[in-house]
């Protein structure tokens, strides 16, 4: 279900845009519908004719990576990491919230209490300094409650997770901005990628890079954390995004990816978490 919903959304606003686009000048609109060479127009109805989220959730995740072979549990992936919300910087809470949330589903089964329950403060602390209403809150707050009920289901639980977006996203496209969404996104694929290159290290499968070819994603991405009127990350983490998601974009953009670019995948998404 947050793959269709976050899908549904992300699109949603891009037609909104694009249709706001079209009252423009011709030469503007084709400007404004490119970023660094990529089409993004196409590459979005590409994806929704595929029906393919460009960034899968963490539980549609895993199951892609058991198709390629790869069986690792991928919660030995999760670093542990204390992604503090209690920050002003709109952007940064927006992908911390993303990172957030592929931490908490893909540990919830198998982590102490105590850890889950900080990790689920600080994501609706974030949810509420990103406006995201009082719904939000109130799920956080439940699945809190189940958590620490007396034989807790964490399987059910789990599942009330992944059901999180949707209320998330409905919500939060109308208070927050049409940016938030894909810079959630952002955290989630940034988070994802460093999982999957591990997963793909730790079995030597070179079948599994095929999951690092996300041609296009990265400079979506891009475009929002660069957007004109954003709000001011300090200077090295906009550097240091900027860094990452275009070496991401070269590799994925690569006919053949080598276990030394799934090295240097993994490699840069664990340093850009210091500072995101």
């Not at 976050?6 to 606003?13: E, G, I, K, Y």
């Not at 390629?68 to 809470?93: C, R």
Request: glycine share 4%; charged share 25%; aromatic share 6%.
């Amino acid at each position: 279900m947050w793959s269709t919903i976050l899908f549904t959304s992300f699109f949603a606003c891009q037609e909104e845009t694009q249709s706001e686009k079209q009252n423009a000048e011709s030469s503007k609109t084709e400007q404004k519908n490119t970023f660094q060479g990529t089409d993004l127009a196409a590459l979005e109805k590409t994806a929704e004719e595929a029906t393919v989220n460009l960034v899968p959730p963490p539980l549609e995740l895993r199951e892609e990576l058991k198709k390629q072979g790869l069986k690792s549990d991928l919660a030995q992936f999760v670093i542990a990491k204390k992604l503090s919300t209690n920050i002003e910087d709109q952007d940064q809470l927006a992908i911390r919230a993303g990172v957030l949330i592929t931490d908490l589903v893909l540990t919830v089964e198998t982590a102490p209490i105590p850890e889950l329950i900080e990790k689920m403060d600080a994501l609706k602390i974030a949810f509420v300094k990103l406006k995201a209403g009082n719904d939000i809150g109130m799920v956080i707050d439940d699945l809190k409650s189940s958590l620490q009920a007396e034989g807790a289901n964490r399987e059910s639980i789990l599942s009330e997770m992944n059901d999180l977006s949707t209320v998330m996203v409905s919500e939060l496209k109308y208070e927050a901005g049409e940016w938030v969404v894909p810079l959630i996104q952002a955290g989630t694929w940034l988070e994802g990628s460093y999982i999957v290159s591990s997963a793909i290290l730790k079995e030597n499968n070179q079948k599994a890079t095929v999951l690092l070819k996300k041609k296009g994603t990265a400079k979506y991405f891009l475009r929002y954390v660069n957007r004109e009127g954003r709000s001011k990350a300090p200077a090295i983490i906009i550097g240091k995004l900027n860094a990452t998601l275009n070496s991401l974009e070269e590799i994925a953009n690569k006919k053949d990816i080598s276990m030394e670019d799934v090295k240097k995948v993994q490699s840069l998404t664990r340093e850009l978490m210091k500072f995101i």
